[in-house]
T-cell receptor, first 112, second 113 residues
């Protein structure tokens, strides 16, 4: 069953803590994306990666970091420098031929 | 930069048609998309249209594109309570290998039984 798996579904962060959100895909897609969704706002791009070992900042990269060591995996770390991390985080992947982004089910991050 | 705008809320009665509208600014858009998001879930692609098309129909869904006015609409025929969700309009275009996708703020569709 092909798709994008995000984990955990819910995550809580303590003050000063770094947390990592997982995103795995078995669609053999080259490009992967992380978005942040806040109520009443669209999706804002945090980071994207077009190929293994390469990634680029999106519109709101400050306070976040990523890695792309494997094609299937694109984890996002929310660092302590991100002062307002409470949001719904969505991971997506894309295959160039179709130009369609497919999304995971999301991770809701809250601050304790 | 690119911008995609949608109204925030639409309420319809079950069985009626729903029309969700979207405007965009990027004249070089190549693809335009409609996604559906149910509460607490990710985005599900409903349909998409190439920028050289005017219309696309898929069962209860009809997409209309007016490229001159940069206006996209999604019509849902015979709207059901299960259609209640947030609908996102999105457009993509870009140079090089990167397809930047710009999303609207989403339109929350409420279907009244």
């Amino acid at each position: 069953d092909g798709g994008i798996t995000q984990s955990p579904k819910y995550l809580f962060r303590k003050e000063g803590q770094n947390v990592t959100l997982s995103c795995e895909q078995n669609l053999n897609h080259d490009a992967m994306y992380w978005y942040r969704q806040d109520p009443g706002q669209g999706l804002r791009l945090i980071y994207y990666s077009q190929i293994v070992n390469d990634f680029q900042k999106g519109d709101i990269a400050e306070g976040y970091s990523v890695s792309r060591e494997k094609k299937e995996s694109f984890p996002l770390t929310v660092t302590s420098a991100q002062k307002n991390p409470t949001a719904f985080y969505l991971c997506a992947s894309l295959t160039q031929g179709e130009n369609i982004q497919y999304f995971g089910a999301g991770t809701r991050l809250s601050v304790l | 930069g690119e911008d995609v705008e949608q109204s925030l809320f639409l309420s319809v009665r079950e069985g009626d048609s729903s029309v969700i509208n979207c405007t965009y600014t990027d004249s070089s858009s190549t693809y335009l998309y409609w996604y559906k998001q149910e509460p607490g879930a990710g985005l599900q692609l409903l349909t998409y249209i190439f920028s050289n098309m005017d219309m696309k129909q898929d069962q209860r869904l009809t997409v209309l594109l007016n490229k001159k006015d940069k206006h996209l609409s999604l019509r849902i025929a015979d709207t059901q309570t299960g259609d209640s969700a947030i609908y996102f309009c999105a457009e993509s275009g870009g140079s090089g290998g990167y397809q930047k996708v710009t999303f609207g703020t989403g339109t929350k569709l409420q279907v009244i039984p």
